[in-house]
């Protein structure tokens, strides 16, 4: 039964974090510019989402503004880097940053708590259910918003919009020949991507029914890492796209980092995200790789040494 609860949390964390690592494919894949703000727009999308539910407003409506405010700040961080000329990566640390303060005033505190509130993980038909069973009904629901959040990405990256977004990060020079500004499909793609980020935050929000101003630490590692393991296990299987690889790197990773807490304790957490991080790295630089071909290659020069 242990297995069986923490297979369902595998999952649902898994799904919440492919939202993350959809908007992350975009500014790190597509766009080719390095956003940290993504750890400021996810806390930004729970507060957002958790403050409207308690204010009454309907939980859709709620999610739907939270991620028009990442999409806000996303276009903050584009603002100064194409038009004050920011460093791409001091544009995001900077949005990120001021994010703290912002997410702190809208919460109005630390935290905010709605447990008695129905939302789209939390209510009274999946609350029916016992917990170990509940868990796969919120895995599920999950599931089909990053479902549609795919589809509605591959459908855009198929429009004359989608194909200037790829063509600003891959081939700048073609865009401004078509007589295309390239800033604005820069500001687009921020926009976009810390948007499904702020999203994936009031998710994470609705599956512990509260908002901590410290839960977007580290946000972007993690993503960075699924988008990695996805797009290498999307390299090797040719039909699988992109989108999809990402997805199924987050539900990958997660559970990594899962059974990495189980043996050493959830006190690591952070450190065993960073650890991770550097092996997904060095996985896909092909460091190991060339260093089991190198051992294989010495192995069989020394066979051959004995055979002589």
């Known amino acids: 039964m242990f297995f069986f609860n923490q297979m369902g949390t595998v999952f ?107 939302t789209m993980l939390q209510n009274g038909f999946i609350g029916s259910f016992d917990r170990q069973y509940a868990i796969y009904i919120q895995a599920g629901l999950t599931l089909v918003l990053v479902a549609a959040c795919k589809v509605l990405l591959d459908l855009f990256l198929k429009t004359k919009a989608g194909f200037l977004l790829r063509a600003t990060g891959d081939n700048p020079q073609m865009v401004t020949q078509l007589g295309k500004n390239i800033d604005n499909y820069k500001m687009l793609g921020l926009s976009l991507a810390n948007g499904l980020v702020a999203l994936a935050g009031s998710l994470y929000c609705q599956y512990n029914s509260v908002f901590n101003s410290s839960m977007g630490t580290g946000t972007v590692v993690i993503a960075l890492a699924c988008v990695i393991i996805g797009c290498v296990i999307s390299k090797h299987i040719r039909v699988m796209k992109d989108t999809t690889g990402v997805i199924v790197g987050a539900v990958i990773y997660y559970a990594i980092l899962t059974v990495a807490m189980l043996l050493l304790g959830s006190e690591y957490t952070q450190l065993i995200v960073a650890v991770l991080f550097v092996l997904v790295l060095i996985f896909d630089s092909g460091l190991i790789g060339r260093a089991v071909k190198k051992w294989i290659r010495g192995v069989r020069r020394r066979e051959g040494k004995e055979h002589a």
């Open 12 to 118: 649902e964390m898994g799904f919440i974090y492919a939202v993350v690592a959809l908007g992350v494919y975009i500014t790190y894949k597509i766009l080719d510019f390095p956003d940290l703000s993504v750890d400021g727009t996810f806390p930004l999308g729970g507060v957002v989402f958790s403050v409207l539910l308690v204010a009454g407003c309907p939980w859709p409506v709620a999610m739907i503004v939270s991620f028009v405010a990442g999409c806000a700040a996303g276009f903050v961080t584009g603002l100064l880097h194409v038009k004050l000329k920011i460093n791409g990566l001091l544009s995001g640390i900077i949005t990120m940053t001021a994010l703290l303060s912002v997410n702190y005033l809208i919460a109005g505190g630390p935290m905010v708590s709605f447990s008695q509130e129905s």
